[in-house]
């Protein structure tokens, strides 16, 4: 056996939240997890951090994508032009990759939540912008989970965790010990999962949180170190994990009171649970609580109330 040795390098972003983690295999081949968003100054960053550990863009020989966000694969097609890499990435965040996002879905979806004409602009513009800070991959190998990617000595196995997004994967690397999670589990984030098209079914809205309750069950982490897309390491799954239900269970509480009563839109309950959100974190407001309201029908505890053209939802 012959472990590689596995460095963190955080590169700065943009985004609120702050910077991410790529991760270098410093193995035979040369594997990078992550990337960085679009910026020079992400760019610069990960040039150093490279060069800390005695390697340059160029000898990176595997650039492995956790999922479709632009601080996470931004950089990777530079990379790729730059040097000799082969990307990887999960096959449902194939149009994510791509840099394409179905703007007529997210329109009348925001129509049927109940939000006013700004607010769906603001929203709009937000994603739009965002999709600014990653280049869009054109060739990349598409990964569906259940590989074992091979490497001299080690390994990399890989897993579908939908939720975070569509095509979210963990990475292990069981001779090391080590799971790059992205952004499925995070040290002191509670991860979101973010409503999107279902890839799997066009139209349709992908039921994020459902799926990523599914994900973390099927997460056996057993005594790895789980490295994280933004944030610390985590040592001791179980126990994290514990917090991490709390959270969420805080959270289907909240919505559930708030679904007490008269029926409401996802705006209504938006503005009841985040009363102060800012307006570049609305989307995610409304992911939130649109992702909660879909686990709660599936669980047969909240019911859309058929009406147009904003939908309303209702306890059970
Ligand atoms: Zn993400």
Known sequence: MNAPRVVTVPVPTPFP?????????????????DTGPLTEDAWDALRAGLARHGVSVGD??????????????????RIEREGRARVLGGRLDRE??????????????LTRAGFGGLERLTMVAMTAAVDHFAEPLSAWDELAGGEVLPGDGWSVVVRSVPGHTPGS???????????????????DITPNAIVDEDPERPGETFRSVSRY????????????????????????????????????????????????????????LCRRIFPTVRPMDLFLAYSEVLGFLMYLEDLGRAERVPCRPVERWTGR
């Open 96 to 109: 994510h990759f791509r840099g394409r996002r179905n703007r007529r879905l997210l329109l009348d979806a």
């Open 213 to 268: 309750f599914a994900s973390l069950d099927s997460i056996e982490a057993g005594k790895s170190r789980l490295l994280t897309g933004h944030g610390g390491r985590i040592v001791g799954f179980a126990a994290h994990r514990a917090k991490l239900e709390g959270r969420y269970a805080f959270r289907v509480g909240q919505i559930e009171r708030a679904l007490s009563g008269r029926p409401k839109s996802v705006a209504d």
């Open 17 to 33: 939240v702050g910077p991410v983690n790529t991760h270098l295999v410093l193995g035979e081949p040369l594997t990078i997890v």
């Open 60 to 77: 990176v020989e595997r650039v492995l994508l956790t999922h479709g966000h632009q601080d996470h694969f931004g950089l990777a097609a």
């Open 169 to 187: 994967l963990t990475f292990e690397v069981p001779e090391a010990g080590i799971l790059f999670t992205g952004d499925t589990v995070l040290r």
